[in-house]
């Protein structure tokens, strides 16, 4: 099973919001998402504004624990899609040998403009549900990118 990484700093609110919505969406696409941030420390749970945003969409990010930057990671994605050109140069400066397999998660659409996702930690539910809202339509490019083959 081919399997999708998303990665941003900390693993409590972008990564994970991408890694859930692409599992509640991805239909019958035979792929796995993980998640995990470049400055992330291990079990933090998802925070509490990121799980509430994706309640609206009975998406549970309850469980979520969050988990760093790994080797290990890196070595089982098919493709590493990150929230920010920062953190898509932080993972080819540490392994520069996925270059092919990295991109900003804005970069799928037609327009494919370079835009970072925000990070809305510390904001109002508001503003998770507005990046929420900006990650799940970079992912309907996404999983069109995937279904047609082109990676």
Not at 34 to 40: D, K, N
Request: charged share 25%; hydrophobic share 40%.
């Amino acid at each position: 099973m081919s399997m999708v990484l998303f990665v941003c700093t900390g693993n409590t609110c972008r990564s994970p919001m991408a890694e859930a919505l692409f599992m509640h969406r991805k239909g019958d696409l035979d792929w796995k998402a993980e998640s995990a941030g470049v400055y992330a420390s291990h079990g933090s749970p998802a925070s509490g504004n990121a799980v509430e945003a994706l309640r609206e969409l009975n998406v549970d990010l309850s469980g979520h624990r969050s988990q760093p930057l790994t080797p290990e990671l890196v070595e089982k994605a098919n493709l590493i899609v990150t929230m920010t050109e920062g953190h898509r140069w932080h993972v080819l400066d540490c392994f520069p040998e996925v270059e092919n397999r990295v991109f900003l998660i804005n970069a799928f659409g037609t327009s494919k403009v370079p835009a970072d996702v925000s990070d809305p930690f510390g904001g109002s539910l508001n503003t998770y549900i507005r990046t929420r809202d900006e990650i799940d339509r970079a992912l309907s490019d996404l999983i069109l990118f995937i279904r047609t083959g082109k990676q």
